[in-house]
């Protein structure tokens, strides 16, 4: 069963705009979340990682929510950038040790047009 | 420049034949992860090492074993590939679980088995 569920499944904005993408988990306990971006053809890179209840971050365009109680994070966009377009990928460690799990969503397949 | 590098980048094997997927770090993680990511689905977890010689299975681990006898290096082996191995293979490692971990991820080598 899936415990990490991204919504929309893909989303094409163009140059300028904002975008929203959600993240809605099962995992338990759920330590913390983060959100990757994935270049075609790349592997994953880190864009942020939210610990506590009603965490927000912010890093440059990009910056995330965490709703521990709704398990439910989302990724806001900034004036999006043609670089921007990739996959954005949500992943929920269930501890914070070395037995700890990463449990990783589908992903939202964002493409930025001119 | 902190890396993983994984070798290589793309592979066509036949069924039944061996496969050697390789990948070295050069941060001096103590963790490594070998992962596969398939369309529409997370990446899974077939192997975690935690250090030389100490690897444990998996949410996948059935058709692959691994090999990690030094610290930057963790190999992925497939004794006899099968046709469902064909997939993208992702190398990760973390000198820290949890939240503070720096999870760094490889390119990916994508197995093409026909």
């Known amino acids: 069963k899936t415990q990490v569920e991204q919504s929309p499944q893909s989303l094409v904005v163009r140059q300028g705009e904002n975008c929203v993408l959600q993240?809605?988990?099962?995992?338990?306990?759920?330590?913390?979340l983060r959100w990757f971006k994935q270049d075609t053809g790349k592997g994953l890179v880190s864009l942020t990682v939210?610990?506590?209840?009603?965490d927000k971050t912010s890093n440059g365009r990009y910056s995330a929510t965490l709703d521990k109680d709704a398990k439910h994070s989302t990724l806001h966009i900034t004036a999006t950038l043609l670089d921007d377009t990739a996959t954005y990928i949500c992943?929920?460690?269930?501890?914070?040790?070395?037995?700890?799990?990463?449990?990783f969503g589908a992903g939202t397949q964002l493409i930025v047009i001119p | 420049d902190m890396k993983v590098t994984q070798m290589p980048r793309y592979l066509i094997k036949r069924m039944g034949e061996n496969v050697l997927l390789e990948c070295g770090q050069d941060?001096?993680?103590?963790?490594m992860y070998w992962y596969r990511q398939d369309p529409g689905l997370g990446l899974q977890l077939i192997y975690i090492?935690?250090?030389?010689?100490?690897?444990s299975e998996g949410d996948i681990p059935k058709g692959y074993r691994v090999s990690r006898k030094k610290r930057e290096h963790f190999s992925l082996i497939l004794d006899s590939a099968k046709t469902n191995q064909t997939s993208v293979y992702f190398c990760?490692?973390?000198?820290?679980?949890?939240?503070?971990?720096?999870?760094?991820f490889g390119s990916g080598t994508r197995l093409l088995v026909i």
């Open positions: 939210l610990v506590h209840e009603n």
């Open positions: 992943v929920v460690g269930d501890r914070g040790s070395a037995l700890g799990r990463l449990h």
């Open positions: 993240c809605n988990y099962s995992v338990t306990p759920d330590n913390h």
């Open positions: 990760a490692s973390s000198s820290r679980q949890g939240a503070n971990s720096d999870y760094t």
């Open positions: 090492s935690y250090d030389v010689d100490s690897n």
């Open positions: 941060m001096s993680h103590e963790t």
